[in-house]
């Protein structure tokens, strides 16, 4: 079977919750992988070039969508994670995380024209109560310590 083929792919299934209303005021956990798990970013306390531009385009994201904001965030070598608070429905989470992975890339294609810093998509979890935003904010503050544990470790 030849995968380079679009035609040849399984149809591609939503990562999105069915029924739920993604510009209602939420709090989202968000991970955002680089293609094919590249470690393009650095280490959370020696960034890349590209990682200072990853960390810097998340400071900018309330700037860019007025009234958004980001508690918490980590850019580790080969992904990031952030927590977003949309309080209203004025933007829809793929459009502010769209525009994020778009500023990423223009910044590496000012030296890397062809390449692809994304994966396709991103992950988000719905941050349901009080308990699974302690949770959530202490691994993101966790994770740069297991990155020597991680599979996608060099």
């Known amino acids: ?11 591609r299934r939503s990562p999105r919750l069915p029924g ?4 209602a005021a939420n709090v ?3 991970t955002v992988c680089t293609h094919r798990k590249q470690c393009i970013f650095g280490l959370p306390d020696a960034p890349t070039v590209l990682g200072s531009a990853a960390a810097q385009g998340i400071r900018e994201i309330p700037a860019h969508f007025p009234g ?7 850019v ?10 949309t309080p209203h429905a004025k ?5 502010i995380i769209g525009s994020y992975k778009s500023y990423v890339s223009k910044c590496a294609h000012q030296t ?26 202490q691994y993101i503050d966790n994770n740069p310590a297991k990155w020597l544990l991680d599979e996608y470790h060099p």
């Open 1 to 11: 079977m030849v995968f380079d083929d679009p035609k040849n792919l399984r149809p």
């Open 20 to 23: 739920l209303d993604y510009t």
């Open 28 to 30: 989202y956990f968000v």
């Open 68 to 74: 958004v904001r980001v508690d918490k965030w980590v």
């Open 76 to 85: 580790m070598p080969n992904h990031i994670h952030m927590m977003l608070l």
């Open 91 to 95: 933007y829809n989470l793929a459009d």
């Open 112 to 137: 890397h024209p062809q390449c692809t810093v994304w994966q396709r998509s991103y992950y988000d979890r719905v941050v349901r109560d009080k308990v699974s935003y302690l949770e959530f904010w």
